[in-house]
């Protein structure tokens, strides 16, 4: 039995201590600042910050968001001030809050990636988790997430700079994202976390023009939601590490059934541009289901789908 009903929540993802198991997807939360006038950051599992690469980045020009029925197109370009501003800058101001910071990290090329591990190492993040949807210039723009080798190379780099947990975060932009799954850990990853964005696009039927001025971006919200409840079930059927589930999670009823298909935590991404306290509503609605069906901790949740 648990002692309280706090403990009801709290969870461990590759020695990442939680008080829930609800995150804020990376890019989606900006570094965690922005939203703090509006809720308490003490209340959220983690902060995933938003893509952080060495040098700092303007992004993509022209329009670079867009919404669509049941969710958005979004094409920033990895917008962000870089890994020295972060670390002197930012981090600073999140340490006041209790709550562990993840820091996305993204590379041109994959000694990229273990520089950035490098430096973000004994910094006083709680752990690194790996965009590896982002194109190998060393290959012809061919993302590393796409290919079983490439991504199990960048995490492989990443791990052999770092002492901090390693989350490699699954693009589903691919046939077989078990193999994907499977690829990663036997590169040593302490964790998966799935989906990133499908690839989307849209077209002004007025101008006859692409909508967002990269042409395509990446598409995200409710709509994808079945997709990402599928490729978390397979990939946590794949591995043993933990899998942290995200893609379309607006309620606490979404958040269950992520857990029910094998996630031990969860990341709430979109939601957040429409209601910032999405993270700890949705983490108060799992507690009350938890109490409405008399279980004592949310892992009782986890890869308990009925499939027979």
Known sequence: MVSNVNDMLAVNIAGIKMKTPVMT??????FGLEYSDFVDLNQVGAIVVKGTTLAPK?????RRMAETPAGMLNSIGLENPGVEEFIHTIMPRLAKYDVPVIVNISGNTVEEYGQLAARLDKTGVAGLEVNISCPNVKQGGIAFGTCPDSAAQV??????????PV???L?????DIALMAKAVEAAGADAISLINTLLGMAIDIHTWRPVLGNIVGGFSGPAVKPVAVRMVWQAAN????PVIGMGGIMTAA???EFMLAG????????ANFVNPYAAVEVAGGIRDYLTERGLNQVSQLVGKVNCG
């Open 263 to 270: 996630a031990s935590a969860v990341a709430v991404g979109t």
């Open 167 to 169: 989350i490699a975060k």
């Open 238 to 241: 794949a591995v043993k590490v």
């Open 58 to 62: 303007a992004g993509n020009s022209g």
């Open 254 to 256: 979404d958040a269950v």
């Open 171 to 175: 693009s589903p932009n691919v046939t």
């Open 25 to 30: 997807a990376s890019g989606t939360f900006g």
């Open 155 to 164: 995490v492989g780099e990443v791990k052999a700079k770092t002492t901090l």
